[in-house]
C-alpha cells in the first residue's frame, strides 16, 4: 500500500526509492514473519461443526493485499473479500482511509465452512502471518489503518479471541506485548474492485514480493495440512 500511494503522490522515481528501502527492510527486519514462532494451537476453540454451512470472521493484520492472500488459501475458506472495518460507511473508501482519520482498519472478511476450519484455526493462522506487537503499523506501513484488529461477529468469536491472546501472553509466544484489538464488527465496507485478489493478480509488484509472498510462504511452510493453491497456482 505504501508503494502505490508514494507512485501516486511522486512518480517513478520515488518507486525506484521506495523498491531500494523495501528490499533494505527485507533484508534487516524480515523477522516480523520468517522468524516468529508458529502461533500455539488454541485451547478454546468452537466445536467443529457436524455439516457444512458457513460462518464470517473479519480480520485487520496490515496491508488487506497480503492478509488476503493468506486466508484465500486457506483449505475451508469458502470467500475472501477485502475491505474496511472500524469506520464509518460514508468514509470507507481508499483515498479517505489512507488520511488515517477514518477510524477504520485495512480488513478481510473470511467466509469459512465450519465443519472443516474452526474460529481457532484462523486465529492461529492470523497470529503466525503478522506481528500482533506492532502498534498501528505492520513493517513499513504505519497508520491506524494498519492495526492488528480481530473483528468479532459474536459473543462466541471473543470469547475465544480473548482467551487465545490470553494463552500467548501467558505462554510469551511473542518477545513484546500483543496489541491486537479484539472489538465488534459494526460494519465491512468492500474495497475498491482494483484491491480485490491485488497479491495474486500482480505478483511482480515489489511491494507483494517483498511484504506479502513471505507470508503465503510462511503459511504453507506452517500449515501443509491447511494450505492449498488459489486459482490455478
Known amino acids: 500500500m505504501l508503494t502505490g500511494r508514494i507512485l501516486m503522490r511522486f512518480g517513478w522515481i520515488a518507486l525506484l526509492t521506495v523498491v531500494v528501502v523495501?528490499?533494505?527492510?527485507?533484508?534487516l527486519n524480515m523477522t516480523q514473519v520468517n522468524a516468529q514462532a508458529k502461533a500455539p494451537v488454541p485451547t478454546v476453540d468452537?466445536?467443529?461443526?457436524?455439516?457444512?454451512?458457513?460462518?464470517?470472521?473479519?480480520?485487520?493484520?496490515?496491508?488487506f493485499w497480503g492478509t488476503q492472500s493468506v486466508f484465500q488459501r486457506v483449505k475451508g475458506v469458502q470467500s475472501t473479500v477485502a475491505g474496511y472495518s472500524g469506520g464509518s460507511a460514508e468514509t470507507a473508501t481508499y483515498a479517505q482511509v489512507t488520511t488515517e482519520t477514518t477510524g477504520h482498519a485495512e480488513s478481510v472478511k473470511v467466509v469459512y465452512d465450519p465443519?472443516?476450519?474452526?474460529?481457532?484455526?484462523?486465529?492461529?493462522?492470523f497470529f503466525t502471518v503478522h506481528d500482533p506487537t506492532q502498534l498501528n503499523r505492520q513493517g513499513p506501513d504505519v497508520g491506524t489503518s494498519y492495526r492488528s484488529a480481530i473483528f468479532y461477529t459474536n459473543d462466541e468469536q471473543k470469547k475465544?479471541?480473548?482467551a487465545y491472546i490470553a494463552q500467548m501472553e501467558a505462554a510469551?509466544?511473542?518477545s513484546k506485548p500483543i496489541v491486537t484489538q479484539v472489538v465488534p464488527l459494526k460494519g465491512f465496507y468492500d474495497a475498491e474492485s482494483y484491491h480485490q485478489d491485488y497479491a495474486t493478480k500482480n505478483p511482480d509488484n515489489p511491494y507483494i514480493m517483498v511484504c506479502d509472498r513471505p507470508k503465503i510462504e510462511t503459511l504453507k511452510r506452517d500449515?501443509?495440512?491447511?494450505?492449498?493453491k488459489y486459482k490455478g497456482e
Open 22 to 27: 523495501l528490499v533494505a527492510w527485507k533484508g
Open 46 to 63: 468452537e466445536p467443529k461443526a457436524a455439516a457444512s454451512g458457513h460462518e464470517t470472521a473479519v480480520f485487520a493484520g496490515g496491508c
Open 115 to 125: 465443519s472443516k476450519l474452526s474460529y481457532g484455526q484462523l486465529l492461529r493462522i
Open 160 to 162: 475465544i479471541a480473548t
Open 172 to 174: 510469551h509466544t511473542f
Open 223 to 228: 500449515f501443509p495440512e491447511l494450505f492449498q
